[in-house]
């Protein structure tokens, strides 16, 4: 009995596992993992495409964030971008600069669009010429430049080959083949046509009374401006029509020059228009002068040629003329009638 009583007892203490493999807790640390990796990454592809000004204001921003509230300035919530603008670089300018728009950079700009096609009207022009067998022989007649007014466009005359019949509008047969050639043409730029008419200095007694070189430079202004409607050209292009007599000589030395007898056409910028229309208060003329509203650089004067310029055109001289006049008129109108001039008509 004793040694059936002594028998072994054995004891089992079971340890409860947390879950082991069948557990959940390693997905939302993998989870946190792989999201930290994908804006690790974009960060990466982020500051890889950035330029380099770009992220030193990105810098500075962080460096400083309180140097607005500090200084002064613009908030943050009147602009597009939390980044510093105002400048080409970002890292020179002090707090946050509202960007106002360059209005100089844009005029300038402007200017040298304008200017581009003009000098691809001007080459057209004289493409025109070379093509045309006509106009070909009238070359060294045809005078084009670029001036501070637009590009300009002279029909002057010669010893032997005038434009116009003696002391009269009447257009030559050539003239007008030469006038409505190029009006062909002005269509093609949306700026406004300015012309001018000019004569010498001679003058005749038998000429009729009241009637000298100032109304027939006009009529001749105006006789050329009806060849460049009928060459195509739209009427509402011309903006101002004037005849300034031989108060502006292409050869100062010598009044009595044919080449002082010419049509100056000029094809305008918007400066130019700007100070005809009243919109704009005065004219600077090659950077210097400042002249009044329809006040032109040609009316101004011009350097004088010592000689016929040859087929390249005048170099030099200013842009095609105008009249205080004419500043107040916004259709095209003849120059006023001067007393003193009125002695005679010149050829």
Same mark, same amino acid.
């Given at each position: 009995?004793a040694a059936?009583? =002594?028998?072994?007892?054995?004891i089992?203490?079971?340890?409860k ?30 500051i ?5 000004a ?17 200084k ?9 971008s939390?980044i ?18 360059d ?11 304008e =200017?581009a ?12 010429i ?7 022989q009238?070359?060294?007649q ?10 300009? +466009?002279?029909?002057v005359?010669?010893?032997?080959r005038?434009m ?5 509008s009447?257009l ?14 002005l ?6 046509? /300015? ?6 200095n ?25 060849e ?15 005849g ?9 030395d ?21 100070? +005809?229309?009243?919109?704009q208060?005065s ?10 509203? /329809?006040?032109?650089a ?8 010592a000689?016929?310029?040859?087929a ?19 259709m ?15 050829r």
């Amino acid at each position: 009995m004793a040694a059936a009583d =002594k028998s072994t007892i054995v004891i089992k203490r079971v340890k409860k596992a947390g879950g082991g493999h069948h557990g959940g807790a390693w997905k939302i640390a993998y989870a946190d993992f792989v999201t930290a990796m994908m804006a690790f990454f974009l960060l990466m592809w982020l500051i890889s495409s950035t330029s380099k000004a770009k992220l030193e204001g990105i810098a500075e921003y962080f460096k400083t964030p309180l140097k607005v509230a500090m200084k002064g300035g613009p908030s943050a919530s009147e602009r597009s971008s939390v980044i510093k603008g105002g400048g080409k670089d970002v890292t020179k300018k002090e707090g946050e600069v509202r960007k106002v728009p360059d209005i100089k950079a844009a005029q300038t700009e402007l200017e040298k669009r304008e =200017k581009a096609q003009l000098e691809s009207l001007k080459a057209r022009i004289e493409a025109a010429i070379d093509a045309n067998p006509v106009l070909k022989q009238f070359k060294k007649q045809i005078l084009l430049d670029i001036t501070s007014e637009g590009l300009r +466009i002279q029909v002057v005359d010669e010893q032997n080959r005038p434009m116009f019949a003696t002391a009269s509008s009447q257009l030559q047969p050539y003239t007008r083949d030469i006038l409505r050639e190029i009006g062909r043409t002005l269509n093609d730029v949306p700026n406004r046509i /300015g012309l001018s008419g000019h004569t010498d200095n001679v003058v005749f007694a038998n000429g009729e009374r009241g009637y000298g070189n100032w109304e027939l430079s006009a009529d001749r202004a105006n006789a050329s401006r009806r060849e460049l409607v009928q060459g195509g050209m739209q009427d509402a292009k011309v903006l101002r029509v004037v005849g300034l007599s031989s108060a502006v000589p292409m050869n100062k030395d010598d009044a009595r020059d044919p080449i002082n007898r010419r049509i100056s056409i000029v094809v305008m910028n918007k400066r130019a228009e700007q100070a +005809i229309t009243g919109e704009q208060s005065s004219l600077d003329v090659h950077g210097g002068a400042e002249l009044g509203a /329809g006040m032109s650089a040609e009316a101004a004067g011009t350097p004088g040629a010592a000689g016929k310029p040859g087929a390249s055109g005048v170099s030099g001289t200013a842009a095609a003329a105008g009249t205080a006049g004419a500043a107040s008129a916004p259709m095209p109108v003849a120059a006023a009638t001067s007393s003193a001039a009125a002695k005679g008509a010149a050829r």
